[in-house]
């Protein structure tokens, strides 16, 4: 029955993101929206897909602030990195470093792991346990992962409180 909840829950989830994606409200394409979701909840409940992880994670409003967050970071680094690349003369320092991910479930640790590498002038490079190795074009880029703010966020996106480095 948890499972059914689940994939209900990722079929109302997907059929929203169609709805905001194709703008359409005619009839027809309604309805083919409304297939093609059921299909593909179809297709994730017979792959066994559908686990209650993923699902409470999609569905909570801190997502939605997250992801606002990690796109101003996205647009901030993405000046930095081309102030860099159009003018020579800034410094870069690129370093390998690591940093601790101290979320509980894979999930989380993906979800850090690729915001690192979303951020230009930040590559996760390797992930191991709860440490993952990242590759930053220079010194700035490094201290701010080193700070964990980004660590944080996705600890209460997650829901894990208290989140120590």
């Known amino acids: 029955m948890s499972n059914f909840r689940h994939a209900i829950k990722l079929g109302l989830f997907l059929f929203a993101i169609w709805l905001l994606l194709s703008g359409h409200f005619t009839p027809l394409l309604l309805v083919l929206g409304v297939l093609s979701t059921l299909l593909v909840?179809?297709?994730?409940?017979?792959?066994?897909?559908?686990?209650?992880?993923?699902?409470?994670?999609?569905?909570?409003?801190?997502?939605?602030?997250?992801?606002?967050?990690?796109?101003?970071?996205?647009?901030?680094?993405?000046?930095?990195?081309?102030?860099?690349?159009?003018?020579?003369?800034?410094?870069?320092?690129?370093?390998?470093?690591?940093?601790?991910?101290?979320?509980?479930?894979?999930?989380g640790r993906v979800t850090y792991a690729n915001s690192i590498t979303l951020v230009p002038g930040t590559v996760a490079m390797d992930v191991d346990g709860d440490v993952i190795t990242v590759h930053a074009l220079t010194e700035d880029a490094a201290a701010d992962l080193k700070r964990g703010e980004m660590n944080r966020r996705v600890c209460s996106v997650e829901g894990v409180f208290p989140c120590s480095l």
């Open 41 to 107: 909840v179809l297709l994730a409940t017979r792959a066994d897909l559908i686990d209650g992880e993923t699902q409470l994670i999609l569905l909570k409003p801190s997502v939605m602030l997250y992801w606002l967050w990690l796109a101003r970071e996205i647009i901030k680094s993405n000046i930095d990195v081309a102030r860099r690349i159009l003018s020579p003369g800034m410094p870069i320092s690129p370093n390998i470093f690591t940093v601790r991910a101290t979320q509980h479930s894979d999930l």
